[in-house]
């Protein structure tokens, strides 16, 4: 299995602010990198694929970035509904293996 | 409108059997893999394995494969996860997702999971 692995696990940060979270697979995965948002008791929403590719209706604020094996999100201007746990997938094979998330507080 | 609704929470026993479903509409069932993820409570996301309707191509994580079974009835778009004998380290919260597509070369290209089910509780308790 590839493993991927978050940083940091929390981060706290105010409304506003330019947040920034890692995701390292264990090898290659080329551009093959999603990242989800989750809200407490809620499913999780996809947020961009194919590292970079925002879904539909998400916020020109969240932009993904990297290649191989480190990648990053970065929410350029942090609204109060952006307070969540964020998940990176990779979709290299078919096991889509997630990361264990950030979770993002307010300060 | 897209939407995948699973059936409701289950309590059941150790040793139990237990099959959840995931019913999809809005979209042709047969074209698009479904996924199946585990949250454990307070935890974060697992890959448990997914399916293809069209033709019931079913794949595993190494983590899960022999625990559960995944499964179909495509003939009213609805995917099965099953159990045959619950553990209480099952307890958690199980998602259903679609794998979204997109057309890349004349070939479809499978990227993150785009519809997701509202979860379905599994409680194993004696």
């Known amino acids: 299995d590839i493993q991927m692995t978050q940083s940091p696990s929390s981060l706290s940060a105010s409304v506003g602010d330019r947040v920034t979270m890692s995701c390292r697979a264990s090898q290659s995965i080329k551009k093959y990198l999603n990242w989800y948002q989750q809200k407490p008791g809620k499913a999780p929403k996809l947020l961009i694929y194919t590292t970079s590719n925002l879904h539909s209706a998400v916020p020109s604020r969240f932009s993904g970035s990297g290649s191989g094996t480190d990648f990053t999100l970065t929410i350029s201007s942090l609204h109060p509904e952006d307070f969540a746990t964020y998940y990176c997938q990779q979709s290299y094979n078919i096991s889509y293996t997630f990361g264990l998330g950030t979770k993002v507080e307010i300060k | 409108e897209v939407q995948l609704v699973q059936s409701g929470a289950e309590v059941r026993q150790p040793g139990e059997s237990l099959k959840i479903s995931c019913n999809g509409s809005?979209?042709?069932?047969?074209?698009?893999?479904i996924g199946w993820v585990r949250q454990m409570p307070g935890k974060g996301l697992e890959w448990v394995g997914i399916i293809y309707p069209g033709d019931s191509d079913t794949r595993y994580s190494p983590s899960f494969e022999g625990q559960v079974t995944i499964s179909v009835d495509k003939s009213i778009s609805i995917a099965f996860l099953h159990w045959s004998s619950l553990k209480a380290s099952d307890t958690a919260m199980y998602y259903c997702?679609?794998?979204?597509?997109?057309?890349?070369?004349?070939?479809?290209?499978?990227?993150?999971?785009?519809?997701w089910g509202q979860g379905t509780t599994v409680t194993v308790s004696s």
């Open positions: 997702a679609r794998l979204g597509r997109i057309a890349v070369a004349h070939t479809w290209y499978y990227y993150g999971m785009d519809v």
């Open positions: 809005g979209y042709n069932f047969t074209d698009y893999w």
